[in-house]
């Protein structure tokens, strides 16, 4: 079945290092999500990618989705202790019976040392 | 506002009682989730429904029941055929190729 692997689960930086984080897909996906979630939380939306090889930027974060639309990135330059949470991609799969279902990578626990 | 409402936020269950974990949305989404998160698993698909009266299983359906009877809402039973219930559940609305919006949660601990 469809599945999406993320590594690493866990990454604990310096403030002011980069972090990045790695999404993969057993099959093509329609497109991809990411989101955030803070310590006591729940997960909260940060960007979609829905082209092949289509790279976006918001601030500090670069999202890449692979040209075969089966894994992604989430790079953080000079992370900051705000960025600290749990980073989930979510795969949306191709058109077919899964219609309308996100799958959900383990999450890349982030911590950031001051 | 706009947004996702999840009841109550913290919920103790004895051993054999079924609970109700209430979700309703005001965003006029078709579509509706329930997820369970333990600690380094992610967030795992519990049940679904794309349309009002109707709802499928996820990866994790035994022991859970949900309804759809009206579209603002998708109450999530617990009952005691699950064995480990002790979780936060996380409740979400999309509308189709588009993000999901996440309720606050219910953090669900057995007693």
């Known amino acids: 079945g469809q ?4 590594i690493p689960q866990y990454q604990h930086v310096q403030e002011g290092e980069d972090f990045t984080t790695y999404c993969n897909s057993s099959t093509t996906l329609s497109n991809i999500q990411w989101y955030k979630q803070r310590p006591g939380g729940h997960p909260v939306f940060l960007i979609q990618l ?41 795969g949306e799969a191709d058109r077919g019976s899964t219609l309308g279902r996100l799958y959900f990578g383990r999450g890349t626990q982030l911590t950031v040392w001051p | 506002d ?15 009682q079924n609970v109700t974990l209430s979700c309703e949305q005001n965003l006029n989404h078709d579509a ?24 499928q299983k996820g990866d994790i359906a035994e ?24 979780a936060f559940y996380l409740c979400a609305s999309m509308v189709n190729w588009g993000e999901a919006f996440f309720g606050q949660g219910t953090r669900l601990t057995v007693v």
């Open chain 2, 63 to 86: 022991g859970y029941s949900v309804s759809r009877e009206k579209k603002e809402s998708f109450p999530l039973t617990v009952t005691s055929a699950q064995k480990n219930p002790t």
């Open chain 2, 2 to 16: 706009g947004g996702i409402t999840q009841s109550p936020k913290y919920l103790f269950r004895k051993e054999g």
């Open chain 1, 50 to 90: 829905v082209k092949s090889g289509e790279v976006k930027k918001q601030k500090r974060l670069t999202f890449q989705f692979g040209e075969a639309k089966k894994n992604s990135s989430l790079h953080i330059t000079a992370t900051q202790t705000t960025d600290v949470g749990t980073y989930f991609c979510a």
């Open chain 2, 32 to 55: 509706m989730y329930w997820y369970r998160q333990d600690p380094g698993q992610g967030l795992r698909l519990i049940y679904y429904s794309q349309i009002v009266n109707d709802f």
């Open chain 1, 3 to 6: 599945q999406v692997m993320q």
